[in-house]
């Protein structure tokens, strides 16, 4: 099948809906009443129903620095500077989870970069774990999951660890990746599955993520395939969206990426999937929700109303700092709610970096 024939394949919202769902029902069963209160407080929150003290989920940008260089991400681009000097600060967390779990954070993501890059992983999530947080997850590319951190994951109550992975040969792994960790990264995540098994743990459950474009469309039945028996926290499908062009002359400088967008197409919400179905539709608007229950922390504290990989450090959605405010002075400040009622009404023109954001899906 061509990449035209596979980039346009039919998707069943029903049958989508119904993976994601037995995901969160999964999760639910184990956790218990406080994941389930975590849910519905998120679901109304994200439909504008109400305003919480802080925000429902934060994630955690632990540090700027990552082992992989994907061409299409800034990494790979050259775009996001390296270093010692570009990794969190625990006080920087401690400020924000002490802040977050008297005013009722309920999940915490820690991403990067690549977060287990940094020194202390295990301690910010051990440090999360004592806050008891109904969710805590990970987000990584894998290639780092040594004996020691997969330990502190499986010691710490994480929820969910995301392996980001992207194809099912090692040609396409080093292409869209930047480096050769194929059997790296599988080594790993079975490691992980065993000594969750030999300890008696459910979680956390693996979800594995496909960025889908041109270069490995070919290669996503094969991607479930290989994968479902493995991911019982499923199979995430985000197709490729090249906002980076755009976003150059604004604000990274230029750096001549990527003419042509690999397809006009876009997968409804981002789906959770176990199945072969490919979850593409045609292109469609969104309605963005993210400030009113998620928020991205930087490195140096920085509070971001986008979580957006690409958009979230635009000076624009900084929206202030851990360590000359609190949370929640930022978070129900004049400005984060302005970019509230733009969202919610949809006139995303009247933001500069959301009228870049809509016009690229």
């Known amino acids: 099948m061509s990449n035209e024939s596979l980039l346009n394949k039919k998707y069943d919202r029903e049958k989508f809906t119904l ?65 010692k000097d570009y990794d969190m ?8 989870l002490d802040e977050g779990s008297l005013k009722g954070l309920q999940s915490v993501v820690f991403t990067g970069g690549e977060p287990t890059l940094h020194p202390e992983f295990v301690k910010f999530i051990s440090y999360a774990a004592g806050k008891n947080f109904p969710d805590m997850s990970v987000i990584t590319n894998g290639s780092l999951l040594t004996d020691e951190i997969i330990d502190g994951i499986l010691c710490n109550g994480v929820t969910r660890v995301n392996i980001s992975f992207d194809s099912i ?17 599988i080594a790993n995540a079975d490691r992980l599955l065993e000594k969750r098994k030999a300890r008696g743990q459910e979680l956390p459950l693996l979800s594995l993520s496909f960025v889908l474009s041109e270069d490995n469309a070919e290669e996503l039945d094969g991607f479930i395939e290989m994968w479902q028996d493995k991911a019982d926290g499923g199979i995430k499908i985000y197709p490729y969206k090249n906002i980076y062009t755009i976003l150059t002359d604004d604000y990274y400088g230029k750096y001549g990426y990527g003419e042509n967008r690999p397809s006009q197409f876009k997968a409804e919400t981002l789906p959770t999937t176990l199945s072969h179905e490919l979850p593409i ?22 509070l971001q109303a986008c ?42 023109e009247k933001h500069p970096v959301c009228n870049i954001c809509q016009k690229s899906v």
């Not at 009113?292 to 920085?302: A, L, M, P, S």
Request: charged content about 30%; some cysteine.
């Open 307 to 348: 979580t957006t990989l690409g958009f979230c450090d635009h000076p624009e959605m900084i929206m202030g700092n851990i360590h000359e405010m609190t949370f929640e002075e930022a978070w129900k400040s004049k400005r984060w709610q302005e970019l509230r009622e733009i969202t919610m009404s949809g006139q995303y």
């Open 169 to 185: 040969t090692t040609d396409t792994y080093k292409e869209v990746r930047g480096v050769n960790d194929y059997h790296k990264v």
């Open 281 to 302: 539709m045609e292109k469609y608007k969104i309605q963005c929700t993210i400030p009113w229950y998620r928020c991205h922390v930087g490195i140096n504290g920085e």
């Open 89 to 96: 600060k625990f006080d920087t967390l401690k400020k924000v």
């Open 19 to 83: 993976a994601n769902q037995a995901v969160w029902e999964k999760l639910a069963r184990i956790k218990g009443d406080s994941f389930i209160k975590y849910r519905e407080l998120l679901k109304k929150a994200e439909h504008g129903e109400i305003l919480t003290d802080f925000p429902v989920e934060i994630l955690i940008k632990t540090t700027l620095n990552c082992n992989h260089m994907c061409p299409r991400c800034p990494h790979g681009m050259g775009v996001t500077p390296r270093g």
